[in-house]
């Protein structure tokens, strides 16, 4: 299974995803020796997705008739190396739809992850940044190691059927060493496949590239909109290139201070507010909720459900089955979004009934898989950045430990994502640091949305974001609201309150509340 408590913006995400290889992008030229910021990009019509990019068609025209664009930067392998070897950077664009004598530049999108495509992501909610495109030029890339760019490889279709369909909540030893073997049989099939490309994939190597890009755009500033893993991404570019940040803001915001065991003990908390909220929605509607009699009752049937599930999976999607892993993917897949609640009862009621498809269906959804069996890179690009990242390496028995913690804070999804702090521990590559630096004084104003109801970055990392960047730099703005992010969720206060900042460089009060 993916590291759940890492894959942070897969509403977004697996919404757009749904034949390279090895290291497709990389060149084969050996060294360069041109300036890499003075490359002209050939930007044309955008092609189908890839594999990696989760497949599917060409994206539509936009509303006023225009296409998107597509081009490859090429950027080092390894920015210690500058002049060695390039991989190419999949870029995407939609040209602004205003006047040239009021653009104010590009706006540089990442939707997170990490592993997310921002090829695919952007052009699927391309309507709703309009606003945005009167003045700016929308633009996102693939990161590398994601999608078009340099992407990781792991196992293949057939293997990552049988790897998400897995025990991720081992009850027994047995079990465990079932867990165990099948984690580092990813991870190896990672390093077999990947090896070239594992050690170039930290966040500091896309903020790096982030940082080229704005060059070869010809832009003085970064403007930049980072949801999700791309807020850490954002606070990263930051601290590295803090007199180069224009009007930049993060929405569903990751905390920065915290360890990959605090983020995953923290997501525990998040998903089952969200959960709580849930059952609490359904029951409150003026029908009776098909999935409980109560708040409590709702939460009790899905406990039983999983717990049944364990040891008799149900039919799914010939001819895989529905398993207790798959169907805690597939709610927490349907807990990103307020818009998904009514797929969550829907499948809930099938599953009551014998029938896994939706929850399925969800999982699928979570991991990337598109309804042909094909999967994309992003759990592989998931895994691979998260790991080159974080430093902590915890052991079947530390988990083992904080079992007690992680079930204090769900009963639902403490086990899962307890266990799924292994996902790193036999990684090829040594990860970077406890917890990024984000710190990023001298920094333009950073407006830092953090939504309450919020499951995968909840609401406290917003604060925690603000602080670490610095004094005078973090502007934070409140969402009450559900699902992950806020921007998306139409809510007409957040909406105005960022395109003003980045349309007219109005920055709100500091504390401001969106209900």
Avoid at 52 to 59: L, M, N, S, Y
Avoid at 163 to 179: G, K, N, S, V
Wanted: charge should be negative.
């Amino acid at each position: 299974m993916p590291n759940l408590s890492r894959l942070r913006a897969a509403a977004l995400t697996a919404t757009a995803v749904l034949l390279s290889s090895g290291l497709a992008g990389c060149s084969d030229d050996g060294s360069q020796d041109e300036d890499l910021t003075a490359q002209e990009l050939s930007w044309k019509a955008c092609p189908a997705p890839a594999q990696a990019q989760g497949g599917g068609e060409a994206p539509s025209p936009l509303p006023d008739g225009g296409d998107w664009q597509c081009a490859t930067m090429k950027a080092p392998l390894d920015w210690d190396d500058p002049e060695g070897d390039t991989i190419d950077i999949a870029l995407i664009r939609a040209q602004t739809s205003g006047a040239e004598s009021r653009r104010i530049g590009s706006l540089i999108f990442n939707f997170g992850g990490p592993g997310g495509s921002g090829v695919t992501t952007l052009p699927a909610f391309g309507a709703d940044y309009a606003t945005l495109r009167t003045r700016y030029d929308l633009v996102s890339f693939d990161p590398r190691g994601v999608g078009r760019s340099a992407p990781v490889w792991c196992q293949d279709d057939q293997q990552l059927d049988v790897y998400f369909q897995q025990d991720a909540t081992p009850d027994d030893a047995t079990e465990r060493t079932e867990y165990v073997d099948n984690v580092k049989e990813f991870n190896a099939a990672c390093e077999k496949n990947s090896e070239r490309i594992l050690p170039h994939v930290r966040t500091t190597d896309a903020a790096r590239d982030m940082d080229l890009l704005r060059q070869v755009l010809g832009d003085d500033k970064l403007h930049y909109f980072g949801i999700s893993y791309g807020t850490e991404l954002g606070g990263v570019y930051a601290h590295l290139f803090p007199e180069n940040v224009g009007r930049a803001v993060f929405d569903a915001v990751v905390d920065p201070t915290e360890t990959p065991e605090q983020g995953s003990l923290g997501q525990a908390e998040g998903f089952q507010l969200a959960l709580d909220n849930f059952a609490e929605h359904c029951v409150s509607q003026v029908e009776d909720c098909p999935v409980g009699n109560s708040a409590q009752d709702v939460k009790a049937r899905i406990a039983k459900l999983l717990k049944d599930l364990d040891s008799k999976p149900i039919p799914g999607i010939f001819p895989r089955e529905l398993t207790q892993t798959a169907a805690t993917s597939g709610i927490a897949q349907a807990l990103y979004s307020q818009d998904f609640w009514e797929y969550l009862t829907e499948g809930l009621e099938q599953a009551y009934d014998g029938d896994g498809q939706i929850l399925l269906r969800l999982s699928d959804s979570l991991n990337g898989r598109s309804q042909n069996g094909e999967y994309s890179n992003l759990t592989a690009a998931n895994a691979a950045i998260n790991c080159a990242d974080d430093k902590p390496r915890y052991t079947t028995e530390y988990v083992e430990r904080k079992l007690p913690e992680f079930r204090a804070a769900s009963a639902l999804f403490g086990d899962f994502l307890a266990w799924s702090m292994l996902s790193c521990t036999d990684w090829a590559v040594q990860g970077a640091a406890d917890h990024p630096d984000v710190s990023a004084s001298g920094a333009a104003p950073i407006l830092v949305v953090g939504n309450t109801g919020d499951p995968a970055t909840p609401y406290e990392g917003a604060r925690k974001m603000v602080q670490a960047l610095g004094n005078g730099v973090g502007v934070e703005l409140t969402y009450r609201g559900q699902g992950h992010g806020a921007y998306d969720s139409k809510n007409k206060c957040v909406q105005g309150a960022v395109n003003a900042y980045l349309l007219d460089g109005k920055v709100p009060a500091a504390g401001t509340v969106c209900s």
